[in-house]
């Protein structure tokens, strides 16, 4: 009797076991799921700091615009104005910006040695220079004449390295904003401007075609200059043709030129020295506010390119 309830209740005991487990069905481990407070993976993501920078990205930008401290905003526009100086800029040791109004332009300077600032001829200074350091800096004025005018020189000393401060120069015909750094041994010669703005309105097209500005006599244009490559081989930037007027020289090249890097003009004296002359550029013209016997276009800082025009 013993043995045959033992052995009937082994048998029911898998079965009492297997309701247990039948009962602990998935969907009772959802419910007990409900007591987790973390975010689903979306929430996770949103929340990152990733995702929220994406987010506010635009409006902190114009918040910084916007409320951007004044010292921030002057700092960024003296950096974005400064002109500073470049090989392709240099002629020897003479170093050319071209005039833009409001620039800052850079002028190294060092103890013992001096920078000679040299202004458009016939340009007059109106007052004297003025620095913001006159203390440690030496200033001083000049003059020379250029082709019968008269050029103003203004001379920049430092008395030791580390040394910056501003200059402004007023002239007649503009006002020049100059930034003054002083190192050991490091300086600038010379610096010069061109002045790409003075331009003389002549209406685009050829000279045949009557558009020739006003003021120039067409009867009385001389197209007798040789234009020739004294160095450099298949310059695409080489002069179509030069003429003057009797008082101003006209020097036109190729259309494709205003998206190329321009050549500068040098007039050469009878003695073989080239001297920088001062010229405006309209469409793909250079005017010249002289007439010469013989000048020079040059490209290039290394091995130029040299273009030379000769009058006949």
Request: one cysteine or more; hydrophobic letters at 35%.
């Amino acid at each position: 009797m013993d043995r045959r309830m033992i052995r009937t209740a082994c048998m029911l005991l898998p079965v009492l076991i297997l309701p247990g487990c039948a009962s602990s069905s998935p969907d009772a481990f959802v419910e007990a799921n409900e007591q987790s407070s973390r975010p689903a993976p979306p929430a996770l993501v949103q929340s990152s700091p990733l995702a929220k920078n994406r987010v506010q990205q635009v409006p902190q930008e114009l918040e910084e615009d916007v409320s951007a401290t004044p010292w921030r905003v002057i700092e960024k526009a003296n950096r974005a104005s400064a002109q500073n100086p470049d090989m392709t800029g240099f002629f020897n040791a003479i170093m050319l910006y071209d005039y833009v109004p409001g620039s800052l332009y850079q002028v190294y300077a060092a103890p013992l040695r001096l920078t000679d600032i040299q202004l458009q001829p016939g340009e007059k200074l109106v007052g004297t220079p003025a620095a913001g350091d006159t203390v440690r800096w030496i200033l001083g004025t000049g003059k020379s004449k250029v082709e019968g005018q008269e050029q103003q020189h203004i001379y920049v000393k430092a008395t030791r390295p580390g040394l910056k401060t501003t200059l402004v120069v007023t002239t007649d015909r503009r006002t020049y904003h100059i930034e003054l750094h002083s190192y050991r041994e490091t300086y600038m010669a010379a610096v010069q401007w061109r002045y790409p703005d003075n331009e003389l309105h002549i209406p685009g097209g050829s000279f045949a075609d009557d558009t020739v500005a006003s003021n120039v006599d067409i009867r009385s244009l001389d197209f007798g200059y040789d234009v020739s490559v004294k160095r450099g081989r298949d310059l695409d930037w080489k002069p179509l043709k030069v003429f003057d007027d009797g008082r101003k020289t006209f020097i036109q090249f190729p259309p494709d030129m205003l998206t190329k890097e321009a050549p500068v003009l040098f007039v050469v004296s009878k003695r073989g020295e080239t001297q920088l002359v001062n010229y405006r550029v309209k469409d793909e013209y250079f005017v010249v506010d002289r007439l010469f016997r013989k000048a020079e276009l040059r490209l290039g800082s290394k091995n130029q390119d040299i273009v030379r025009i000769t009058k006949i």
